[in-house]
């Protein structure tokens, strides 16, 4: 089991990912209106909401756990299917009263298209957990990048035959049930018939703080679509998903790979915090090396960026973006210590920091709110500083590290990024004044300040180059 092995397949389902999710922008936003983005925004935060509940924390309890057995797995298999059929006709009922609520009448049949997966979802966490658990990160690429190909075409012809907002839903449900039927032929496990009340209480002690900060966190990372949607409409909640989605999207599956490919390899040495602490930081160096130039560059070129890849009819979404790019930087270093928690057996740690963030989030969204999309957005940036330092600090003391070790894992790449981002804010009037498409001048630029950020690690950070290499291209 290596954590750079894992993190290369993991990494190539995440690139599948932003790839897919970009593409899926740029030709969707062309073919549907703001409105119907909002809609599916709305409907993904309930339907994403929903989804804490599927296997109640028993996915990362299974991985975690260092001794397993079969009568654990079955129990865990019989819950997760009996709470998929549960939470899918819950939605059902619910549905019409959650649009009401949100006065958004065309929500309903959206969640009713997604709750019809719910149930094909459950039967698919013990399948997928074993298989990262033994860190088959191979299969699980094969089968995450098929479905997601499957679920984009889907969601262009949808689109192109005029099923509007349903599209994107119905891309949705095309992914959960491609994916849930190949785990269940890939895994090699089959369930019987066997329940252990004694098991379900064993996995329970870890997951329930799982589950808790699951549900806490949710409603932090989903307060503001809410809230803009039921304050502001769904046209301005079209703007700022848009812009969350071009933004965040990517850093979140950047630091998705690093937890997910440490997961199992941190809880496997669990008992020594030393080499977990190694890991961590050898980790944030990575993260940081990809997501600091990332946003950095897309600060300085938000408005090229916006007008040459969405339109003139999506300029508003830049102003959110400048906002959310530093969001981006800061959340990819803090996202990255749930691994820790989680290996060391902490949630319930990890819970009461949820709690406090989501309480301080809400807040700081209410608030924001009164100014708009970029109201909101200056506010999430403001809760995201707030919450950071605290955080760190205790993931430091739970690996009885120095705060001096994570400046120096991150001070690298954050100093490079500041200089690549200067020279490109110089260079942007130049380019501008060419007679090229935008499009070009985009391409210019990007061009020139990955050359220039790369030409910077190899000579000041050979240390961090050497382990992105090994990370991206030598076998563990």
């Not at 074993?130 to 094969?142: D, G, Y």
């Not at 090699?188 to 549900?215: E, H, I, Q």
């Not at 039921?230 to 990517?250: I, W």
């Not at 500083?385 to 994570?406: E, H, I, S």
């Amino acid at each position: 089991m290596s954590a750079a092995t894992n993190a290369r397949w993991i990494g190539a389902i995440q690139l599948a990912k932003i790839a897919v999710q970009l593409l899926s922008i740029v030709v969707l936003s062309r073919l549907l209106a703001p409105a119907e983005f909002g809609l599916v925004a709305l409907a993904s935060a309930v339907a994403g909401f929903v989804l804490l509940f599927r296997d109640l924390g028993t996915g990362p309890a299974l991985i975690q756990k260092r001794e397993l057995d079969d009568a654990t797995q079955c129990a865990a298999f019989w819950m997760n299917t009996g709470l998929g059929f549960a939470l899918g006709g819950a939605l059902l009922l619910a549905a019409p009263l959650i649009a009401f609520f949100m006065d958004a009448p065309g929500l309903t049949g959206l969640l009713i298209v997604l709750a019809c997966s719910f149930p094909i979802a459950g039967t698919g966490v013990v399948h997928q957990a074993l298989l990262e658990r033994s860190s088959r990160f191979a299969v699980i690429a094969r089968i995450e990048i098929t479905s997601l190909l499957a679920g984009f075409a889907v969601a262009v012809i949808a689109a192109l035959s005029g099923a509007g907002a349903y599209s994107l839903v119905m891309q949705t449900a095309t992914i959960t049930v491609l994916t849930t039927l190949q785990l269940y032929v890939s895994s090699g496990w089959k369930p019987s018939r066997r329940w252990s009340l004694d098991r379900m209480r064993g996995l329970w002690r870890f997951s329930r703080d799982m589950t808790a900060f699951n549900v806490v966190n949710f409603f932090a990372r989903n307060a503001d679509s809410l809230i803009i949607g039921k304050f502001l409409g769904t046209a301005s909640l079209g703007v700022y998903s848009l812009a969350y989605r071009t933004m965040l999207f990517p850093l979140y599956n950047l630091t998705f790979v690093a937890t997910r490919a440490l997961f199992p390899v941190m809880s496997r040495s669990q008992t020594e915090p030393a080499h977990v602490a190694s890991m961590f930081f050898r980790s944030l160096s990575v993260i940081t090396f990809f997501t600091a130039p990332l946003m950095a560059g897309l600060f300085v070129l938000r408005e090229p960026f916006v007008d040459a890849v969405f339109g003139p009819s999506w300029a508003a979404v830049a102003d959110v973006i400048a906002w959310l790019a530093p969001i981006g930087f800061i959340q990819s270093i803090v996202s990255a210590s749930g691994a820790v928690f989680m290996s060391l057996g902490r949630t319930s740690l990890m819970l009461r920091i949820g709690v406090i963030s989501s309480l301080v989030h809400v807040i700081g969204f209410v608030i924001g709110v009164r100014w708009g999309v970029t109201g909101v957005a200056a506010s999430y940036f403001v809760t995201n500083l707030l919450m950071a330092a605290p955080t760190l600090l205790l993931v430091l003391r739970c690996l009885n590290a120095r705060p001096g070790a994570l400046a120096e894992a991150v001070r690298g790449p954050i100093v490079m990024s500041l200089a690549m981002g200067g020279v490109l804010l110089a260079a942007r009037a130049g380019v501008a004044t060419l007679d090229f498409p935008r499009i070009a001048q985009l391409t210019i630029l990007i061009g020139a300040g990955g050359a220039l950020y790369l030409a910077l690690a190899h000579f000041l950070a050979r240390a961090l180059e050497r382990d992105v290499f090994r990370v991206l291209l030598k076998k563990a």
